[in-house]
């Protein structure tokens, strides 16, 4: 039986493969996965609890969809200064079905999507099983800075999207606000869509600037977000997009065609979290800590490391270190010196590795370390 | 911006409809959504919110979906004397994701997928956006049976996969197992997929028989199952396939790039239901009772109702009470009487309505006596 042929293309996750590897050691530092070790608010996880523990509950009411839909919005309002209402919110199963879901509804078969390398591995799957064709813009040869300039090459009468993750997962880096409206200028009057990836929003070391603050390209934005990185709730599966409220039904439709319906209890406690614990400076100020510290000892022993903004990746090229590829690299990091990191192929950019800053400050000063003890072989 | 073609084709659910048509009054009873009113155990609740309440969670571990692997495949090799192991077993959000990723992992654009009518809605949308076929094979004329005879008129070259739903949803019929054991010996040799759709399978009244049950169409089986129904977890969105273990690498490539991983806690509580409440006799005694009790009641007012063997539904023929279609019928029984059925249109059969056994008795009852008050118009 012949499966789907963009199937063939797909490669195992790389991230997931390291990993993987690093459990074959004892006592392997992983800096591989971007999940959290910082804990979600105690407080906001036993209010969501209360709710599962005092009443049956079933599929995800109209109610509370709704409810959800409103929270997100006035969470956005007060802090963009945007207009949105509940018909521009859709709950999903955290980011990753919000992103297959807004691209199943946008694609059509040989459709293009744009996004730029490094970027978040999932895209292109994600891309591909949509019968989309992923085109990678390589932003490392242009000081991994976005600009109409480089876009305008690269579009086609066959673009349907722009993907923008931003804060940037792995590079750390921020979109300022002069970038950010440059490129809406410049694609303000295109017939395509800006997904804006902006799961990191919330960890951003000096300022963000969303594109929901630019109203002349509302008509054509997805915002993709979650409370997997902002409230370290991965495992809780709850995301949610912001779509142009005329278009939300065939967002919807896809959607539900695909999940049904969100998580009951994630959403209830996403609610609390944008109520009551939307404040996460802390969090944030904690991966900065750990970011200046560990690109500070990494640039002692020769990497460059990208100067971090936001998110908790560190990318750091590593060619004055070794001149093995990404993959081998990674591979021998784990192998000599127990540190599991993701080699930058996985990105799309080789010659770099990325590091979560997922562990505390002590545990990544020990894995520095031991890098420090890599021969090149 | 145009969108995917495929959302073109797709209606609204009627179901949903039916039950947003029923808000609009004051006291109706609801017998549209499938959603159990039956508790959760509340012991099992318990036991997974402390897995919750002791730990702060990320991503599924690979250790505990492994474990959940283990768990679902230890209770099918238990029950069906079969031999899977973890390799066979996939967790999903849901029956939905399960059959949304099964299928998109199977189809290429125009693959024909063939469907019984009465079908579950959701069938046909998840196929035309996966840029599949769906093709209906009516079972009204024939009994409400399906034979390797009539299979055989639809099967073409581009046949992919053949979806049964057993118990199905919407008549609460269940394949004998010598109907089962004739189209097994009929599709063994085919080039096409089964996709058996058990998710109602605890919820049989005299016997249930899986598609599991035979060895010589394993190589083409697709499972789904879940735990919404058996045990009234519909808000949990957990649910699983079962696949042929040379293939499941390929089943886990689409999943995860549509959700990342399932939800933890929603595993966590899985493993539970599977390992110490796997009995739900009591719910499905339940479940029958309430069948046999509105079956003769709607009998007394002239409905023919078929025969339900399993799930919870009555899939009720109500042309010698009524001439209009079944939409026109099933909106005019909530205006007139507040009680809201869907319409068999919704599951492609005209002439029929569907009735959720998923409120007590006296409610049913209740809400038969308001239909007896029915008068056409």
């Known amino acids: 039986m012949e499966l789907n042929k963009a199937l063939k293309n797909l490669r195992p996750s790389l991230i997931r493969m390291l990993a993987e590897e690093g459990k074959k050691y004892d006592n ?17 996880v036993k209010e969501a609890l209360k709710f599962a523990e005092e009443q049956h509950f079933g599929y995800a009411t109209t109610a509370l969809v709704e409810k959800s839909g409103t929270v997100a919005a006035d969470f ?20 990753s079905e919000a992103l297959t879901s807004s691209i199943r509804t ?19 799957s994600i891309i591909e099983l949509a019968s989309g064709v992923p085109v990678v813009v390589d932003i490392t ?29 792995p590079t750390g880096l921020v979109l300022s606000y002069d970038e950010i409206k440059s490129i809406c200028d410049f694609l303000k009057d295109k017939d395509l869509f800006i997904i804006a990836d902006e799961i990191y929003c919330m960890i951003n070391f000096s300022g963000f600037t969303s594109f ?7 008509d054509k934005l997805i915002v993709i977000n979650s409370f997997s990185k902002s409230h370290s709730m991965t495992g809780w599966r709850n995301g949610y997009s912001i779509v142009p409220k005329e278009l939300k039904q065939y967002f919807s439709s896809t959607s539900s ?52 903004q936001g998110a908790f990746y560190l990318f750091a ?43 505390s400050n002590e545990k990544l000063l020990e894995a520095v370390e031991r890098m420090s003890n890599y021969k090149e072989v």
């Open 28 to 44: 392997v530092i992983s800096l591989a996965i971007g999940d959290p070790d910082i804990p979600t608010p105690r407080e906001l």
């Open 257 to 308: 065609s695909t999940i049904a319906t969100p998580a009951t209890l994630s959403l209830v406690a996403g609610n609390i979290a944008l109520e009551k614990y939307s404040d996460v400076s802390e969090t944030a100020a904690i991966y900065k800590e750990r970011a200046k510290v560990v690109t500070e000892a990494l640039t002692k022993l020769g990497y460059k490391v990208i100067d971090s």
């Open 76 to 95: 956005y309002n007060k802090t963009y200064n945007t207009n949105f209402t509940s018909g521009n919110i859709l709950f999903n199963i955290g980011s």
């Open 212 to 218: 929901v603050q630019f109203p002349e390209i509302l």
């Open 141 to 169: 040869e242009n000081d991994f800075k976005i600009t109409p300039q480089l876009i305008e090459k690269y579009l086609t009468p066959k673009t349907k999207a722009i993907i923008f993750c931003n804060p940037c997962n």
């Open 106 to 124: 946008i694609t059509n078969p040989g459709d293009e999507i744009i996004m730029f390398a490094p970027f978040y591995p999932g895209y292109c």
């Open 317 to 359: 090229d590593y060619r004055s270190i070794s001149k093995k590829d990404s993959l081998a690299f990674a591979l021998e990091l784990v192998k000599q010196v127990q540190v599991s990191v993701v080699p930058g192929i996985a990105f799309g950019t080789e010659g770099y590795i990325r590091i979560s800053l997922t562990v």
